[in-house]
């Protein structure tokens, strides 16, 4: 996709992931689009029925003892295909949004402006709902504040993405764990700098409009699973602060 520009304003391509049944869905997204004078184009999310052979199942039950729903496992393929095609791209910059927010009435000043911010980024979400221990690393021009995270955002609502980003990730996320969330705030591992804007442009409306994925009933963990489970949640946890320590000394990310 080329860039997008409306009178004043320099926008990234704008992409709306959105089953092609999810009519509701699409109507109310596309009139707050439209509304906001943001050109977009939907990604066409499909219904996993079985799960591919990028699933780690070996590794998943050995870490968590429970699988990924299939209604994760397409929303995670569907912001995977997303970033192979950003890849693909001659774009450095793509917004990824679900069908399931409401844009705040300056979305796309304040999107535009995040295209000019100095801060070194590789995704910037566009909420920081469900973040927990966060620093200002810089503002956005006209109005906003910049943050990093001990605890990332949750959720994969609306957010920008580079495309080395988008490369750094397709590389790290090849065979599926996690949640995409999940695995989007694994930033130790796959080294990607992540930041978020404040106050939000998006809202999450997922309980308004109703899931588009299963949730998942709780595990019957034995008691070797249960801590497995402790010890792998227990070194993400360390491995996590150390990496905050490390950006927040050495401003370090990809």
Known sequence: MNQMSIPGLRLPPVVVISLVDSHDRRAYITQQLKQAGVPFKFFDAERISEYPSTYDAESRLKIYANHLTLGEVGCYDSHY???QDLARSNDDIWCVLEDDIELKADFAQRLASALDVSVHWGIMRLKDEGSAGRWKVGELPGGGVLHDHRKQPGGTQGYLIR??????LLEYGRRMIHPVDDMLNRNW??????ISISPD?????????G???AGRQKAKRTISQKLRREFHMGRDSFNRHVDVWRRRLFAGGR
């Open 201 to 209: 442009i998006v809202v999450h409306r997922n309980d308004d409009l």
């Open 211 to 213: 899931t588009t994925i």
């Open 81 to 83: 295909r997303i970033w």
């Open 189 to 194: 591992e796959h080294g990607v700098r992540m």
């Open 163 to 168: 495309r080395d980003a988008a490369l750094a």
